[in-house]
C-alpha cells in the first residue's frame, strides 16, 4: 500500500520562476493537507483540501500561493514569481479525515531559490 | 491563535528514561498528537491522546491533562535510533488541520 507521495523530492528554481510541488494521498484518503517547514524549525499550516475543495487555507501567504485537489490526479501546491524566502522543505500530508490526530506525511519536496 | 511550547533540546544516554513536556494555548481543542522526525525526514506519528491520561505504546507513553493544557511523551530505555527532532501538535476542528509545536531536539548519547 503506497504511502504518500511527493514529487519532486528536490527543485531548485530562480527568483521569479515558478514551483509546481505534487502531492499523491495514500489510497483512501480524501483529505490532504500542506505544510512548510524551515530548517531547524516547526511545520507550519498553510492550507487544507478536501477532493476539489479548499476547506482552510488561513496558513497560506495570500499572493504568489496557491493550492488545489481536483477530482482526478494529485494535489499541487503552486508558487509563482518565487523568492529566496520561500527556500523550505514542503510537506504534504494526507488522512482519512476523522478526528484521530493522525496524519501521514510524504517525503516532503525540498524548495531552493537561487 | 494557537501556540505550544516544547524545549528545544533534551540530551539523555542510551537506555535512559527522558519525558518531553508540551503545553498549549488554543481555541477550540480536540486532542493532543506526536511526531518523530529524523534529520531529512518524513514526520511519524506516534500518539494521540483526546482524553486525560497515559497512552503507552510500547516504549512510549503519551499523557495529557486537558486542564491543564498540558501533556508530555515519556520515552523509556533510549535507544540511539530515538535521536531525532519530537514534535507535540493540537487538533481543533476535529478535521486532522493540525498545529505543531517548534519541536524538541532529543540526542541520545552512549
Known amino acids: 500500500n503506497a504511502g504518500v507521495m511527493q514529487n519532486p523530492r528536490h527543485l531548485v528554481r530562480r527568483r521569479g520562476q515558478e514551483a509546481r510541488l505534487r502531492c499523491s494521498p495514500m489510497k483512501g484518503h480524501s483529505h490532504v493537507y500542506w505544510y512548510r517547514q524551515l530548517p531547524e524549525e516547526g511545520l507550519k499550516f498553510m492550507v487544507y483540501l478536501q477532493k476539489e475543495n479548499i476547506i482552510d487555507e488561513s496558513g497560506m501567504p495570500k499572493e504568489r500561493f496557491s493550492a488545489e485537489f481536483p477530482k482526478e490526479g494529485p494535489s499541487i501546491l503552486r508558487i509563482q514569481q518565487v523568492v529566496r524566502g520561500d527556500s523550505a522543505a514542503y510537506f504534504c500530508?494526507?488522512?482519512?479525515?476523522?478526528?484521530?490526530?493522525?496524519?501521514?506525511f510524504g517525503e516532503g519536496s525540498r524548495l531552493t531559490v537561487l | 491563535g494557537q501556540s505550544l511550547e516544547q524545549p528545544s533540546e533534551v540530551t539523555a544516554v542510551e537506555g535512559a528514561i527522558v519525558q518531553i513536556n508540551c503545553t498549549y494555548q488554543?481555541?477550540?481543542?480536540?486532542?493532543l498528537s506526536w511526531y518523530q522526525q529524523h534529520d531529512g525526514g518524513a514526520p511519524t506519528f506516534l500518539s494521540y491522546n483526546a482524553l486525560d491520561g497515559l497512552e503507552e505504546t510500547g516504549r512510549f507513553s503519551s499523557f495529557l491533562s486537558r486542564s491543564d493544557s498540558y501533556g508530555y511523551l515519556l520515552l523509556q530505555e533510549l535507544q540511539m535510533k530515538d535521536s531525532a527532532s519530537y514534535f507535540c501538535a493540537t487538533d481543533n476542528n476535529a478535521g486532522n488541520m493540525l498545529t505543531f509545536g517548534g519541536g524538541t531536539r532529543l540526542m541520545v548519547k552512549p
Open positions: 500530508a494526507s488522512s482519512p479525515g476523522q478526528g484521530s490526530g493522525e496524519l501521514f
Open positions: 488554543t481555541s477550540g481543542f480536540y486532542g
